[in-house]
């Protein structure tokens, strides 16, 4: 019988991840989580339903193996993390109240992108749910960092930037159960700045 271990190794080979970038997407601080959770080591893995977000599936079938695999469309106007970011330029078009809101607080509508925020790693500044509105005309932090939308290995991510004196780019999680992750300057590339974070919302 497959184990929960087997099903992620499976999933993340057919995804092209490596352990490491799927540890990066999940918030572990290195790619040994995921490999003792794939070779059965960690038996009860604690983050299920933010493996299942990374590799695209549905934390039941991740769990039991049964049902489908595949997770329900988002339905929501705006775009999400899982979506492409081309033609968002017009990302607006369909919130006229996010529009006026933008142009009072001096933003350009069309230089906004819109997503959802999944996981805890944020919380509990974002809440897994928020929708975020992130202002692409700022992609470059200054040294006094903030936050920031970023890509990385494909997936849409918020994070607290920060600059350490070396150098080191130090992406922070304000859940103080996630570890901070230094990159050196070699592996910055990896990062891209999408746009600071400028608005958020969820539901009361």
């Known amino acids: 019988m497959e184990t929960v271990g087997e099903r992620i190794r499976k999933r993340r080979k057919e995804l092209g991840l490596s352990q490491g970038e799927l540890a990066l997407r999940v918030g572990y601080a290195g790619q040994s989580s995921i490999g003792e959770i794939e070779t059965g080591t960690s038996q009860s893995p604690g983050r299920l339903v933010d493996i299942a977000r990374a590799l695209e599936v549905r934390p039941d079938w991740l769990h039991s193996g049964e049902g489908p695999v595949e997770p329900e469309p988002a339905q929501f106007a ?75 290995a494909g997936e849409l991510v918020p994070k607290r930037i920060q600059r350490s004196a070396r150098g080191d780019l130090i992406l922070v999680h304000d859940n103080p159960s996630y570890r901070d992750e230094h990159l050196p300057p070699q592996d910055v590339a990896r990062v891209e700045f999408m746009g600071r974070i400028c608005w958020f919302g969820r539901r009361l």
């Open 78 to 152: 705006f775009k999400s993390a899982s979506q492409e970011l081309n033609n968002h330029d017009n990302l607006l078009q369909e919130s006229d109240l996010l529009a006026l809101w933008c142009r009072r607080h001096g933003f350009n509508p069309q230089q906004m992108l819109v997503v959802v925020v999944h996981g805890d790693a944020m919380h509990p500044t974002l809440h897994s749910g928020d929708m975020i509105m992130a202002d692409t005309s700022q992609r470059v932090p200054g040294p006094e960092g903030g936050l920031f939308l970023l890509r990385i």
